[in-house]
């Protein structure tokens, strides 16, 4: 976003911590009321699919400070798919193997979920890289031959 400086890698990792904090307590808000009503896996689909896309704009606008499209929100829940995935897994797990309370099972899976997450969401949602040439400036533009403009063509007759 124009205003903002680019965040580097540790702040964005900060960033997407604040957020999943943020996020998961939306979840858990959401989780708690509908697991009294429903099933606990049908309950944490519910609140993960809600707490989504909150999720998609506070890492939009915030961790990676860009700009929320159409596209990057289409393409958001596929990277999710591994944090549902790995966050699935892990609460079955944790509920069926080790018998862990299901109101508790889904704060545990989260945190195995963090790294996959910020991987996946930091390839969707950050800025594409410029290509291109770049502009030095600086002493490095005034010596270093490839930062200078193509010389002009030469004439007939004289050496290229």
Known sequence: ??????????????????VGGVNTLTFYACYLPLHRLLPY?????AAFVTSMVGSFFLNTCFTYRARPTWTKFLLFPLTQV???????????????????????APLAAALCA???????????????????????????ARTDPSA???????RSGEPA
Do not use: E, H, K
């Open 148 to 154: 200078q403009a193509d010389p002009p063509p030469a």
């Open 41 to 45: 896996f049908a309950a944490y689909t």
């Open 82 to 104: 591994t944090n549902y995935g790995v966050q699935s897994v892990g609460l079955m797990a944790l509920v069926g193997w080790c018998g862990v309370n299901t109101a508790v």
């Open 114 to 140: 963090l790294p996959f997450t910020y991987l996946v969401s930091r390839r969707i949602l950050r800025p594409p890289a410029r290509t291109g040439p770049s502009v030095r400036t600086g002493p490095a």
């Open 1 to 18: 976003m124009r205003g903002l400086p680019t965040p580097g890698p540790g702040g964005q990792i900060v960033r997407f911590a604040a």
